[in-house]
T-cell receptor, first 114, second 111 residues
Framework: EAGVAQSPRYKIIEKRQSVAFWCNPISGHATLYWYQQILGQGPKLLIQFQNNGVVDDSQLPKDRFSAERLKGVDSTLKIQPAKLEDSAVYLC????????????FGPGTRLTVL | DAKTTQPTSMDCAEGRAANLPCNHSTISGNEYVYWYRQIHSQGPQYIIHGLKNNETNEMASLIITEDRKSSTLILPHATLRDTAVYYCIVFGSGNTGKLIFGQGTTLQVKP
């Protein structure tokens, strides 16, 4: 069974530039999550989708971050404009549904903002 | 905020059992205890979960105290590949699926 795919794996940008990350969840998984993991900390949920609807985006900095999940499958997370403090690993995870608590994580995208 | 308390770091000799403790004194009756681990440069990986009974799978065993205020994850024969950060997470059935990660325990397995 293919796992959660993410791209790119690494990205370096200058502050105030924009960047986008892509996630392809496990086939058939209805729930998709984006987490931000700052160095030395545990992952923090940014946004959760159930199919193509948003369930929780309470911790998403909406003035600069946006996310979408078209057709309830792939998802993109965008940052515009980036700040230095956005340097982190962005993890995508999926699960069969929101009440099935085993989440499968992708390898993450490491973002460095200079 | 995370509802759990874990030691910051632990060492274990290769081949020996690794016992990772977790305190969750405010756990509610309908909340599960989940364990994930994160190997360096990888995403977190689900290990095991339980409600009140002890659980075992091919990766680990989970021992939950009778009052459910603490638990222990046991890796029966630790290998170097088990070196990782281990996260204990309390998760309720009414939750929408949001995992709240704390700092976790960094387990170093030594030869």
């Amino acid at each position: 069974e293919a796992g959660v795919a993410q791209s790119p794996r690494y990205k370096i940008i200058e502050k105030r530039q924009s960047v986008a990350f892509w996630c392809n969840p496990i086939s058939g998984h209805a729930t998709l999550y984006w987490y931000q993991q700052i160095l030395g900390q545990g992952p923090k949920l940014l946004i959760q989708f159930q199919n193509n609807g948003v369930v929780d985006d309470s911790q998403l900095p909406k003035d600069r971050f946006s996310a979408e999940r078209l057709k309830g499958v792939d998802s993109t997370l965008k940052i515009q404009p980036a700040k230095l403090e956005d340097s982190a690993v962005y993890l995508c995870a999926s699960s069969v549904s929101f009440d099935r608590y085993e989440q499968f994580f992708g390898p993450g995208t490491r973002l460095t903002v200079l | 905020d995370a509802k759990t308390t874990q030691p910051t770091s632990m060492d274990c000799a290769e081949g020996r059992a690794a016992n990772l403790p977790c305190n969750h004194s405010t756990i509610s009756g309908n909340e599960y205890v989940y364990w994930y681990r994160q190997i360096h440069s990888q995403g977190p990986q689900y290990i095991i979960h339980g409600l009140k009974n002890n659980e075992t799978n091919e990766m680990a065993s989970l021992i939950i105290t009778e009052d459910r205020k603490s638990s222990t994850l046991i890796l029966p024969h630790a290998t170097l590949r088990d070196t990782a950060v281990y996260y204990c997470i309390v998760f309720g059935s009414g939750n929408t699926g949001k995992l709240i990660f704390g700092q976790g325990t960094t387990l170093q397995v030594k030869p």
